[in-house]
């Protein structure tokens, strides 16, 4: 990752000069000095999360500007509510995504299929997020999700990548899978429903291993 | 509740409603049946939180440049335009800040980074950043009577081991540093005076040391005392706050 100039810019000023780098803060710590109005925070958070945020508003857009907007929206909320984050539900980049998703839905509900993107979407599953920030936990929590994706049979992970990434509706999915709205209801049912119980047995055997 | 095929008298569509997908007809159709069935309420939980997990696996993609600044702005003009419901002085500016800090007003924020950063400076070694240095004989190493924010030692047995910070304006919220002597992950928990103990989240120390904030719940109002316990139970260290 390149040099954030932001760091520079700040480091004769408080935590910065003790030596603390704004990037060994937690992301929960991050977002309290976020939400509580310190700018210095509040930039360093916004490049933190700025790409994961974009890249959840451009999934469902499809369009620069509109995700961009979206993006902003997204952040804007994070700072409003940031007091409402509950660490037992989740990570923050996590609840940040659920927010930019459904922002991003409310927008769109005309959203044209693109059968290539779904693909596209699927193969670049195992990568997850890699930044050097992320913490290994989150890593971790990213590694169960793609591998109970993976997990899935090709048509209902399409299904849910469809509908929990693109925020496409039933009705949309079985447009563009050619699909009765039944069926592609039943997939994302079905889907869903095996994601849960397959992050639920990892949860299990995790802590069986304590 | 883990076989996801439902009886008509449940609805099908929570998944969707989980996702966000669902259409609005339908949506009302589900919250009113979510409104006297607990078990789909607990469904819909769980659905959401995979849900959530998806949204995430969304590619990251990097925004135009210049977006942090767009966002702030952002921010700014909802302050300044009196449509936040939010205190003014939220939102406090870098430049003003740094020029300020040292008068008689002391913004939220300033509080804010000072405990941030006097918990930062005790992973240093560096000492006490707030106020005049601990001698072990009081727990309190520091307060502002015109805010709401106080500074304490978290004491292990063999002496003091971090520090803790509490601010009590607008959402409570509390931040602490602990000595690398520990090493492992700890919980802490919150004790009022009656014995009440609430439990407000586990973190890691490492062997550069150990820095975790949260918020304070409603719960725990009136707690007094801060108790980091280790994964075999043990209490590690301990702080009262003022």
Redo the contacts between chains.
């Keep these: 990752m390149a040099l954030n100039p932001i760091s520079a810019r700040v480091r004769n000023y408080d935590v910065r000069q003790m030596g603390i780098p704004v990037s060994s803060l937690s992301d929960e710590a991050l977002l309290a000095g976020y939400a509580s109005g310190d700018r210095e925070l509040a930039v360093a958070f916004i490049r933190r999360f700025q790409s994961r945020v974009y890249g959840v508003a451009l999934a469902v857009l499809g369009d620069p500007t509109g995700a961009e907007d979206v993006a902003q929206q997204a952040f804007e909320r994070a700072w409003r509510h940031g007091s409402t984050y509950d660490a037992r539900r989740g990570s923050v980049g996590t609840w940040l995504a659920a927010i930019t998703r459904n922002l991003a839905i409310d927008t769109t509900r005309v959203r044209k299929a693109d059968p290539i993107e779904v693909d596209a979407l699927l193969a670049a599953l195992p990568a997850g997020p890699n930044e050097p920030e992320t913490k290994a936990l989150e890593a971790e929590s990213s590694r169960e999700i793609t591998r109970a994706l993976r997990l899935l049979p090709t048509d209902q992970a399409r299904a849910i990548v469809l509908a929990g990434m693109l925020g496409m509706s039933a009705s949309q999915v079985a447009a563009a899978e050619s699909i009765p709205l039944g069926t592609a209801k039943t997939r994302i049912r079905t889907a869903m429903g095996r994601l849960r119980s397959s992050l639920r047995y990892e949860h299990l055997a995790e802590h069986s291993n304590d | 509740m883990?076989?996801?095929t439902r009886s008509d008298s449940h609805p099908?569509?929570?998944?969707?409603m989980?996702?966000?997908?669902?259409?609005p007809e339908e949506r009302t159709s589900v919250l009113t049946h979510l409104a006297s069935c607990p078990a789909c309420r607990e469904e819909l939980l769980?659905?959401?939180?995979?849900?959530?997990?998806?949204?995430?696996?969304?590619?990251?993609?990097?925004?135009?440049a210049g977006?942090?600044d767009?966002?702030?702005a952002?921010?700014d003009s909802?302050i300044l335009g009196g449509t936040?419901a939010?205190p003014r002085?939220?939102?406090?500016?870098?430049d003003r800040?740094?020029y300020k800090a040292s008068g008689s007003r002391r913004?939220?924020?300033w509080k804010?980074?000072?405990a941030?950063?006097a918990a930062?400076?005790l992973?240093?070694g560096?000492g006490a950043?707030i106020g005049s240095a601990a001698t072990g004989t009081s727990s309190t190493v520091a307060s502002d009577t015109t805010g709401g924010w106080s500074a304490s030692l978290l004491v292990g047995p063999s002496g003091p081991v971090g520090r803790v910070f509490f601010d009590s304006d607008?959402?409570p919220?509390m931040?602490m540093g602990i000595s690398a002597s520990q090493v492992g992950t700890l919980r802490c928990e919150l004790v009022s005076p009656a014995g009440k103990v609430i439990v407000l989240?586990t973190f890691q120390v490492t062997s550069q040391g150990g820095?975790?904030?949260?918020?304070i719940p409603v719960s725990a109002r009136g707690a007094n005392t801060v108790r980091l316990v280790d994964t075999s139970g043990k209490m590690v260290a301990t702080a009262t706050m003022k």
């Design positions: 883990t076989d996801y099908e569509t929570l998944a969707e989980a996702l966000g997908v669902l259409d769980e659905l959401s939180a995979v849900a959530d997990r998806i949204a995430a696996q969304a590619p990251p993609a990097e925004p135009p977006f942090e767009r966002v702030l952002r921010i909802q936040s939010l002085n939220r939102w406090e500016r870098a800040r740094t913004s939220v924020s804010h980074l000072a941030v950063a930062a400076a992973l240093l560096a950043a607008g959402h919220w931040s989240g820095y975790w904030a949260t918020y």
